[in-house]
C-alpha cells in the first residue's frame, strides 16, 4: 500500500492504518528505536507507541513522507525513554557516544540535547546536511540522526569504520566552520 493510501486512513480514522503502518515500517521504526536503546522489549514499546502518536497526529498532519514522519515519532520516543533511564545513571552505547562526537561541534558550555534541537539551529543544521554530497550526507544522518553505529554504516557502504569515522570527522568540521560563521559558536 502506497504511503498516500495510509495516511488517508489516519484521516478516515481507520484502524487498518496501523495494521499498514506496521506491515511497511514496523521493522524500520524498531532500528530506530533500538539503535537508541539497544534493548528490544524497551525499542518494540517504543515502536507500539509511535502508532498511537502517529494516530494521535493524523489530522491535522498529512505527512508526505510517511517513513520520515513515522521515524521522527519512533525517534523522539526513544530519546525521551532513553533520557528516562540515564536520568539515574549514566548509560552506555550509542547515545553518549553520537552527543560526544556532537559536543566539539556546538562547544562545551551547552547542552548538546536542546540546542541541537532548537529551531534556528535545526534548521541551519537541515541546510548543511541538504548541501553535502549525498554519501557525506547519508552518513551524517545515519549516525547523528538514526544513531546508527559506524560499523554498521561502514558495512553498508563497503568502507573501513576507521573511513566513516573520517567521513564524520570532516562532516563535523565542516559544520562547526558553518555554525561558526552563522552566528551559533564563537569565534574561539
Given amino acids: 500500500m502506497e504511503d498516500l ?3 488517508e486512513l489516519y484521516w478516515e480514522r481507520d484502524p487498518q492504518a496501523i495494521v499498514r503502518s506496521k506491515e511497511k515500517y ?16 524497551d525499542s518494540e514499546e517504543c515502536v507500539n507507541d509511535t502508532w498511537f502518536h502517529a494516530w494521535k497526529r493524523m489530522p491535522p498532519h498529512k505527512p508526505s513522507v510517511l517513513r520520515m514522519f513515522l521515524a521522527k515519532i519512533t ?4 530519546f525521551n ?4 533511564y540515564t536520568a539515574q545513571k549514566r548509560g552506555g552505547g550509542e547515545v553518549p557516544l553520537v ?6 561541534c556546538v562547544g562545551d558550555e551547552t547542552d548538546v540535547e536542546d540546542v541541537f ?3 534556528e539551529l535545526g534548521e541551519s543544521v537541515r541546510k548543511f ?7 557525506e550526507g547519508d552518513v551524517f544522518v545515519r549516525r547523528y ?4 553505529p559506524v560499523g554498521e554504516i561502514a558495512k553498508s557502504y563497503g568502507l573501513t569504520p576507521n573511513h566513516v569515522s573520517v567521513i564524520l570527522s570532516r562532516t563535523r568540521e565542516k559544520l562547526k566552520k558553518q555554525l561558526k560563521k552563522e552566528g551559533f559558536l564563537d569565534e574561539s
Fill in 5 to 7: 493510501q495510509i495516511v
Fill in 26 to 41: 514496523g521493522i524500520y521504526c524498531f532500528t530506530v528505536a533500538n539503535h537508541i536503546l539497544g534493548s528490544w522489549e
Fill in 75 to 78: 525517534r523522539r520516543l526513544a
Fill in 81 to 84: 525513554r532513553f533520557k528516562a
Fill in 99 to 104: 552527543l560526544d562526537e556532537l559536543a566539539e
Fill in 117 to 119: 534541537l532548537a529551531k
Fill in 129 to 135: 546536511v541538504a548541501a553535502l554530497p549525498s554519501r
Fill in 145 to 148: 540522526f538514526f544513531t546508527e
